[in-house]
């Protein structure tokens, strides 16, 4: 079993969920007493975003061993991503007491911390993470997102979720959580680069609303409609990517089309702020204040459908703070089957390649060097070259 198990693991760290599931059912039907394939099974199906299906497997494993730490950490995390707050932090205090020398127990009671609002709390348990293990990669999130909400240091928040992409370089939810965390700071251009990223290696519909998202807070509307319809095409059916597409269709001036969408969200959600945007614009009243946006052009986005022609939408007034520095990513290439690594500038400007067949990079902290680790087989360790590429 452990072989199968490991294989499965293997195939869920590459983004490879329902070949990774399906070993879980099969081991599952042939030992179901055993809590392994249903701990892994739940955490498999956190990573894919579907939390609410990992969470019967994680409580299942919690039946079938209670003295599981990982078991009551996954159910934890699996809380967490429910946005259950009690329950999270009664699991991932659980699987502490269970397993005080986990990193994973400790990274899940973290972000029970931070849910909680908790944040001095979250800050030791994350850092706590990272001392037992480094290398793992919801430690290094954690961190980072506190970097972002407590510090509000985007630069170091950042380079840890860049870190936690590194570590995992095929989980498309390490780039997507990348590119959520750069729109919060606003910077959307660099957040379609990062969410791009993630639809390179899975497409899922909550990255096509994201993107929708950025295009919209940057006024290019065309391109919101695009991804949003994209999103849509992949099951999307939440009020959120409904009322960003009725907004998105009124800015355009479609009202009719916005009207139908607007009318469907406000009879689920009278409060959902797109669609009342939308009825708002649509019924003459004018368009709220639009989100302050990077006046870089952002790339157009990864398979979607060819916009129509429309007017020019008019662009938001730039925010009065703008991030500066440069960030260094790995992007999968699809002709050798293994990362490059490039670097850009936060504003999506000077994107250039740096390292081929290298991932996981780092910058040194006076940003003259670059920390990077080799995937070519005789070349599986760590390189440093200049961020420039020149050598």
């Not at 760290?13 to 392994?36: G, H, M, T």
């Not at 269970?98 to 972000?111: D, F, I, K, N, Y």
Request: contains cysteine; hydrophobic residues 40%.
């Amino acid at each position: 079993m452990q072989d199968l198990l490991t294989q499965a693991e293997a195939l869920t760290r590459r983004s490879k969920f329902e070949e990774a599931i399906a070993i879980y059912e099969d081991l599952v039907s042939r030992a179901p007493n055993d809590p392994r394939p249903e701990t892994d099974w739940a955490c498999a199906l956190i990573l894919d975003d579907e939390a609410a299906e990992a969470l019967p497997h994680a409580q299942r494993a919690v039946e079938l061993d209670p003295a599981s730490s990982d078991a009551a950490s996954v159910l934890g995390r699996a809380y967490a991503a429910l946005g259950d707050e009690e329950q999270a932090l009664t699991w991932g205090e659980k699987s502490v007491e269970l397993g005080p020398g986990s990193a994973r127990a400790h990274s899940v009671l973290a972000e029970a911390y931070m849910l909680a609002g908790r944040t001095r709390e979250a800050t030791d348990e994350a850092d706590l993470a990272l001392v037992q293990d480094i290398n793992n990669a919801d430690a290094h999130r954690i961190r980072g997102w506190l970097y972002h909400s407590v510090d509000n240091d985007m630069g170091r928040a950042a380079s840890e979720l860049q870190i936690a992409a590194g570590l995992q370089p095929e989980l498309w939810l390490r780039r997507h959580d990348l590119g959520v965390l750069l729109a919060e700071g606003e910077d959307y251009t660099t957040a379609i680069i990062a969410f791009q990223d993630a639809l390179g290696i899975r497409p899922k519909a909550i990255t096509y609303t994201a993107i929708g998202e950025a295009y919209y807070a940057l006024g290019q509307y065309d391109q919101a409609r695009a991804s949003l319809q994209q999103a849509m095409s992949l099951g999307a059916e939440d009020t959120e990517t409904l009322g960003l597409l009725a907004a998105t269709y009124a800015h355009l001036g479609r009202c009719d089309e916005a009207e139908a969408y607007y009318e469907q969200v406000l009879e689920l959600d009278p409060s959902e702020p797109m669609a009342n945007e939308a009825e708002e614009i649509c019924q003459g009243a004018g368009p709220s204040p639009t989100p302050s946006a990077t006046t870089a052009s952002a790339p157009e986005p990864t398979a979607t459908a060819e916009p129509e022609a429309t007017e020019e939408a008019t662009t938001a007034p730039p925010p009065s703070t703008r991030l500066s520095g440069r960030i260094a990513f790995p992007v999968w290439n699809g002709e050798t089957g293994k990362y490059d690594t490039y670097v850009t500038n936060v504003d999506g400007s000077g994107r250039h390649l740096v390292a081929t067949e290298m991932h996981q990079p780092a910058f040194r902290p006076d940003g003259e060097w670059l920390a990077v680790n080799g995937e070519r087989h005789e070349h599986q360790n760590l390189f440093v070259v200049k961020p420039d590429g020149s050598g």
